[in-house]
C-alpha cells in the first residue's frame, strides 16, 4: 500500500528537521556525506509505566523509504532558503546532489507486533551519513507514535481480558494523520475495530460502532427513536440507554427488543456511556437476563483506559465489551515515546567498521556501540531474556553472560543449547531495494497476540511489572566498556 503516497501525493523528503538538512549539506561539503555509518532506533524506558512495549509503524517506514527522493518542488523550496545575510542557504551543487539522490540503504528492524524493550534497536540503518541523517526525524516520528499507540491499546486489551475493544478515538485523535496512524496502530495492540470509517479503508481493519445521544434527542421519545433504529438496522441493534433516565433506557431497548424478536430478530445490545458503569451494567443484566435476552451484550463507553476497566473488572462490572477513544489514541497519560535515533559505527577510509561511543555524564544515555542485532531467547515456547549481541562475532555456544547495559553487576547466564532463538532485527531494504514483505494487518495483529502470549504475565501487569532480562553479550559489554574508559581517559588527557 502507498500510506504516505495517498496521504500527501509525493515526495516526503522534507518532512525532517531542518538541521539534518543543514548537517547533510556541511557532510556534503566536507566530503562526508558518502562516509558511510551505522544508526540505532531505540527508547530507554516503557511507557505508561509499563513492562512492555509493541513496535508497530514499520509499514509506514518501508513506505517512506521505497519512495524516499526530492522532488523538483522540493527542491525549488530548498533553493529559495535564504541564509542570515540574503545569500541562498544552500549551494548548486548540493541541491544537485539531493535531486540525484537514491535511497540506497540498509534496513534492518522487527516485525510490526514484536515486543520490545528498552536499549535495544528496533530498527538499525546503515548507508551514506547523509542519507541516515535525513532519515533519523520522519523514522522517529513514524515509529514512536505507532509504537506508543500498540502499546496502550494491548495494555488496555489485556485489562479487558479478551473481550472486545472498539476504538472510538477519531474526534479526539491529534489531527488527521495522528488519527489514521493511531486506528492502525490501536487494531495492531489489540482493539477488535476502529469507529474510523477512513482508516477502514486505508488499511483493512472492521469497522463498527452504535448510534449516538443526538440519534435519540432527535425524536420525539426514546422509545421512538430504538424503533426507528430497529427498522433500518434490525440486525445491528446497540442501544444507547443513557440519554434521559438509564433504567427507563435499558426498559426501553427490552421493549423494541421484543418487538424485534417478534419478527424474527435479535437486538445485539446495549451501550451505557455515562453514570457509575458498574451498577447501571449489573442493573441492565439482571433486567435483560429477567426479560429472556441474557445473550443481549453491555457496552460501556466514556473516558476508559486499562485503570478503569481493571477496576470495572474488580467490581464484577456486566460489561462485556469496551468503547475506548479519548485515552487510547491520545495515549492520555503518557503523550510521546523518547525513542532516539544514535550513531553506533562509522566504516573507516580503509573499509573497516569503527564502534563509536558517546560518553555521557548518565550511565543510561551511554549508547551501545557497533553493528548489533538482539537475540531472543525462549524456553519451551516462553521468552526468558533478550540478547544485544555485536553481529559479526559469533556468541559462544558453549554458553555467555548477558548484562545490564545500565548496571553491570545485574548478570543473567545464557546456555544457548537449552534455548531456542530468535533474532529480532530483520532484513528489511538492501542496498536501497526492500527485500521484505509487509504481512496482511491481521498477521501482524495476531504476532501482537502471540508475542504477548510468550512472556510471563507478571511483566504484563499494568502496575510494578517485574522486568524482562535485557542484556548485552559479554564481548559487546567489554567493547562498550573499553571505548568509554578509552574516551574518559582522552577527556582527562585533554583537561
Ligand atoms: N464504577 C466505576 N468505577 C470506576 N470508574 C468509573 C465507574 N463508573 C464510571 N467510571 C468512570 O468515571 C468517569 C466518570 O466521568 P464523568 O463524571 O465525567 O461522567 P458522567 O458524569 O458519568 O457522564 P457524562 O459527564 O458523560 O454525562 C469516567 O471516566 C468513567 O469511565
Ligand atoms: O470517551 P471516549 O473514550 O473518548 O469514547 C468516545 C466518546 O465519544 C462519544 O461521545 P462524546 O464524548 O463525543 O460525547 P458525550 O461524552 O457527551 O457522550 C461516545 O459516547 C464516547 O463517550
Ligand atoms: O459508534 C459509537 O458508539 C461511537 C463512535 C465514536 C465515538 N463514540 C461512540
Ligand atoms: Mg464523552
Redesign the pocket.
Known sequence: MKITKDLYQGSLALLTDFYQLTMAYAYWKAGKGEEEAVFNLFFRKHPFQGGFTVAAGLEYVVDYCRNFHFEKKDIEYLAGMKAPDGSPQFEKGFLDYLENLRFSCDIDAVEEGTVVFPNAPILRVKGPLIQCQLLETPLLNILNFQTLIATKAARITLAAKGEPVLEFGLRRAQGIDGALAASRAAYIGGCTSTSNVMAGKLFGIPVSGTHAHSWIMSFESELEAFEAYADAFPDQCVFLV?TYDTLQGIKNAIKVGEILRSKGKEMVGIRI???????FSNQAREMLDGAGFPNAKIV??????EY?IA??KS?E?SINVWGVGTKLVTAFDQPALGAVYKLSAIRTEEGEWQPKIKVSQQTLKINIPGIHNVRRYYSQGKAVADMIFLEDQEVNPRGTVIIDPLDPTRRKRIMPAFYQGEDLLKPIFKDGKVIYSCPPIEKIRQRTKDQLGSFDKTHKRLVNPHIYPVGLEENLHHLRMDLVLKAKKFEDENE
Do not use: C, F, R
Not at 456511556?273 to 451498577?279: E, I, R, V
Not at 460501556?300 to 483506559?305: E, F, G, I, K
Open positions: 443513557d456511556d455515562s453514570g457509575d458503569l458498574a451498577y460501556a463507553s466514556n473516558d476508559l483506559d478503569i477496576s470495572l467490581q462490572a
